[in-house]
């Protein structure tokens, strides 16, 4: 009786580890070269900031059109001044300088970019149909009270597509 026991430990322990590495590979392989690799609509870094963009309120086209829509979230009046976009090395591609400002109440909306009320010619670097990129956006804005040059910044992660 022992033989046996000792025997089938030997057999796990020889094969049970090239077991494991197989099925850890092959779930690699599995994840990387068959599973959904669709891009996912995401707004990061604009949460806590007065001046945000709206969560799937935004568009990139192939030729680098964008368009969004911002809102404000404070308490009191902004005057957006500038509205900047740019690559994924912060390197500023294109921007657009809103004279004498626009101003939005609390809560208010205003629609940026192609087709919108202000910076309608703004573009971000283009791609092909489909590709997934790292857009950064910057947004410099006065209040109210008189705090001047304010600056929301963060990026949008968005699939580019084809214009209609």
Not at 132 to 143: D, F, P
Not at 151 to 162: D, K, N, W
Request: proline share 4%; net charge neutral.
């Amino acid at each position: 009786m022992k033989r046996k026991g000792q025997s089938a430990t030997e057999y796990l322990m020889t094969y049970g580890w090239a077991l494991l590495a197989i099925a850890i590979v092959g779930g690699l392989l599995y994840m990387y070269m068959f599973s959904n690799k669709e891009c996912v609509k995401t707004v990061k870094g604009f949460k806590d900031q007065g001046i945000s963009i709206v969560d799937n309120h935004y568009q990139v086209l192939t030729n680098g059109s964008i368009s969004f829509m911002l809102e404000n979230r404070m308490d009191e009046n902004a005057t957006i001044t500038k509205i900047s976009i740019m690559n994924d090395r912060g390197e500023v591609v294109d921007s657009c300088t809103i004279s004498p400002g626009k101003e939005l109440y609390p809560q208010e909306r205003l629609s940026v970019g192609l087709g919108g009320d202000v910076c309608p010619s703004l573009t971000a670097p283009p791609a092909s149909k489909d590709a997934c990129k790292r857009i950064g956006i910057s947004i410099t804005y006065n209040t109210e009270t008189g705090l001047d040059n304010m600056i929301a910044s963060g990026t949008i992660i968005a699939p580019y597509v084809a214009p209609a």
